[in-house]
């Protein structure tokens, strides 16, 4: 099992940045993909980027050139540096993973999760 715990998250103007990191323990050996996903209130919970063990990247065209995910497996941390940021990005931020060596965008074929992290951008 992978156990999952977020931070960064927080309040921001409109045009500001942030970076979260999602620092990963436990059965860490195994190649593993770590995703982001958000749920804004009233909404189902969605993929933002996800990254392999090796760098693939799979960013969705809402936030890309604006988001970008990266890993250090060495200290199995994940990051998703948000820059530009917008209201309308506004939620709770989930890191999760699953084993494996390709990134997936459904939300039921990641195993592990986080508690999230609340990132809110005001205007």
């Known amino acids: 099992q992978v156990q999952l715990v977020e931070s960064g998250g927080g309040l921001v103007q409109v045009g500001g940045s942030l970076r979260l990191s999602c620092a990963a323990s436990?059965?860490?050996?195994?190649?593993?993909?770590m995703g982001w996903f958000r749920q804004a209130p009233g909404k189902e919970r969605e993929f933002v980027a996800g990254?392999?063990?090796?760098?693939?990247?799979y960013t969705v065209d809402s936030v890309k050139g604006r988001f970008t995910i990266s890993r250090d497996n060495a200290k199995n941390t994940g990051y998703l540096q948000m820059n530009s940021l917008r209201p309308e990005v506004t939620a709770i931020y989930y890191c999760?993973?699953?084993?494996?060596?390709?990134?997936?965008?459904?939300?039921?074929?990641?195993?592990?999760w986080g508690q999230g992290t609340q990132v809110t951008v005001s205007s």
């Open positions: 990254i392999s063990w090796g760098g693939s990247t």
């Open positions: 436990g059965r860490t050996s195994r190649n593993y993909v």
């Open positions: 999760a993973a699953r084993y494996s060596d390709y990134v997936s965008t459904y939300r039921r074929e990641y195993d592990y």
